[in-house]
């Protein structure tokens, strides 16, 4: 197998243009000696002595003062640690490219400094305090800069329990905003970004973008972009660094959930309850991102922020809502959705786990079943469990608090050893004359209604999810054809087959794009109907597994191994097409809708 190589480290300097590199540098360079020079002045005038360029580029003319040494060193560790840090943060704002700009800033005054004295500084002080500088810098600029792109969504909805509106954030669960709320970040808001992280704007010229070819950024609102800015930030830099070793040691951890409940990424589209109370398109922006990194972590996600989430705040009654929905938003509490049986996955309404009432404690129920293949259930603290009443045979919903089932009632083992989907925690739900009280049971809604209107939430957050996928996939393979080089020394993206390979992917996720914020901007009018969402999850799974396949041989032998990433896609959009409604069944919903004839068996 050919020798490995590592793409570029994301964000590095040089994937920034060489002029916007010069012109930043440039600002930095005379803030720093700007700085420099009002500091050395303040500190002349204060302590009466005469003011000299030495001070600032020529330490060696005052090395034998010892006190005026370690005074200038002291002005600046100030000057080149904290306010250049602050600089930094301001001017650049991307923690990854701290490291290369502190170098280079004082790398140019080294420079300038030997210049102006002819020789290397030999003052103790001045590298001293050189080294102190730096590191100073360095940790304050970094911090600085990750605390100000992980700012929290603001709960511009409210958080009052009894607001209106829509339901929780499409992902590999339920909800299904309404219309956007108030959102505010750390950083400017509005400003829009490139793969690169460029900021644009539209009095540029027009420019093809293979990273989003067909402008859909420009549909989004300004808050829509501060979400998926917010959301992207957080998953590439906290997410993306232990994904890899999560899906190898088949691991997910649960203060994942915290972090996300943190920035108030989980149940974003509901209103009220200590949410976030965005577009049900911000919704899918943040699954989106987080799918980027790995549809396992954005199925724990999202089947806590639609499935969980979306189904209490849509028919449970307002004491649930009001007692579970703000510690479920927080991360605090961990949700599981059952559905699926063993031996009816595709066919919900042949289930057969059963609700019968108490016959000695009146005002409960008894429910009996099995559940499996359920995302969060080995850990979930609360469990939305879709169960049928014995006396009507109708489909009713049963939130199940773990806390309050007896020894023996309730077992959720983990499903081990999956190839796909493995940085998520997949179980069971095993219900055995589990008590659950009356009012933990959904009160209007019944029939196949109430999960399905989950799953259709779901859907929709999947169909801009998998693109997320999709576009990591494009990334990394064209990354690799770029370098990796082979007959006569030539890169394999010169190659025709290696180009098509990467147009035909890219169009599928510029379409499949457009196509999600279209729906969803339609879901978020009220108008947007269940053949839509099956439509484009459709479309978008299909269309992201095929080519993330087809990208895959790029990596020829190489593609075997994990830590090229791609594989691990590949596994999980197989999972993503199969999960919510396999793709089959979403054809015969269009071909009902299309020609008015039920085809199911």
């Not at 600032?56 to 904290?82: E, P, Y």
Request: charged share 20%; aromatic share 8%; glycine share 12%.
């Amino acid at each position: 197998m050919a020798r490995r190589r590592r793409p570029p480290r994301p964000g590095a300097i040089s994937e920034l243009p060489p002029l916007k590199i010069l012109s930043q540098i440039a600002a930095l360079q005379g803030l720093y000696y700007g700085a420099a020079l009002l500091l050395m002045l303040f500190t002349v005038l204060v302590a009466g002595q005469k003011f000299s360029m030495d001070l600032v580029f020529g330490w060696d003319a005052v090395r034998g003062d010892t006190t005026q040494g370690w005074l200038m060193g002291f002005i600046w560790v100030l000057n080149g640690g904290l306010l250049m840090a602050a600089a930094i943060v301001v001017l650049i704002g991307r923690s990854k490219l701290v490291l290369d700009f502190a170098l280079t800033l004082h790398a140019i005054h080294l420079v300038v400094v030997t210049l102006y004295s002819g020789q290397l500084p030999r003052n103790t002080a001045w590298w001293l305090s050189m080294g102190l500088a730096s590191t100073v810098l360095v940790a304050l600029a970094t911090w600085g800069c990750r605390y100000r792109q992980l700012q929290p969504i603001s709960f511009g909805g409210g958080g009052s329990a009894s607001a209106a509106g829509g339901s929780s954030a499409a992902g590999h669960g339920d909800g299904g905003g309404d219309e956007e709320q108030g959102f505010s970040r750390g950083r400017g808001r509005g400003r829009g970004r490139d793969g690169a992280g460029e900021t644009y704007s539209s009095s540029q010229a027009a420019q093809f973008t293979w990273e989003d070819p067909l402008g859909s950024k420009n549909l989004l609102t300004e808050e829509e972009l501060a979400v998926s800015e917010t959301a992207e930030r957080y998953c590439q830099e906290q997410l993306l660094p232990r994904v890899l070793q999560a899906y190898r040691d088949e691991q997910y951890d649960p203060k994942i959930l915290l972090e996300m409940g943190e920035l108030g990424l989980l149940g974003a589209t509901i209103k009220g309850y200590g949410c976030a109370g965005v577009s049900n398109v911000a919704g899918a922006l943040i699954t989106r991102a987080v799918e980027r990194v790995d549809s396992g972590y954005r199925s724990g996600m999202s089947v806590q922020s639609s499935l969980v989430m979306g189904a209490i705040h849509d028919f449970g009654s307002e004491e649930l809502k009001e007692k579970y929905l703000p510690e479920l938003a927080k991360g605090r509490l961990i949700g599981a959705f059952g559905l699926t049986e063993p031996n009816h996955g595709s066919d919900p309404g042949s289930m057969e786990a059963v609700a019968r009432e108490h016959p000695q404690k009146k005002g409960y129920y008894l429910l009996n079943g099995s559940k499996t293949w359920i995302t969060n259930s080995p850990i979930a603290d609360v469990l939305v469990v879709w169960a049928k009443l014995q006396e009507t045979g109708k489909v009713r919903g049963f939130l199940v608090d773990r806390k309050q089932c007896p020894a023996g009632t309730l077992e959720t083992p983990a499903i081990k050893n999956k190839t796909g989907l493995r940085a998520s925690i997949t179980g069971m739900i095993h219900l055995q004359d589990c008590p659950v009280p009356k009012e933990n049971m959904f009160p209007e809604v019944e029939g196949l209604k109430g999960p399905f209107t989950c799953l259709n939430s779901a859907r929709y957050g999947i169909a801009l999810g998998v693109i997320g996928a999709l576009e990591d996939c494009i990334n990394r393979a064209r990354t690799y054809a770029l370098e990796r080089k082979q007959f006569k020394g030539n890169p394999l993206a010169k190659y025709q087959l290696i180009q098509k390979k990467l147009a035909d992917a890219a169009t599928d996720a510029a379409y499949g794009t457009l196509a999600a914020i279209q729906v969803g901007r339609l879901k978020d009018q009220g108008k947007a109907t269940p053949e839509m969402i099956s439509m484009i999850k459709r479309q978008n799974c299909d269309r992201a597994l095929y080519n993330a396949r087809i990208l895959q041989e790029i990596f020829g032998g190489n593609a075997v191994s994990d830590e090229y990433m791609i594989g691990r896609h590949v596994a999980n959009l197989y999972v993503t097409q199969t999960y919510e409604g396999q793709s089959d069944i979403h054809s015969l919903i269009l071909g009902r809708a299309i020609t008015g004839i039920q085809a199911f068996v």
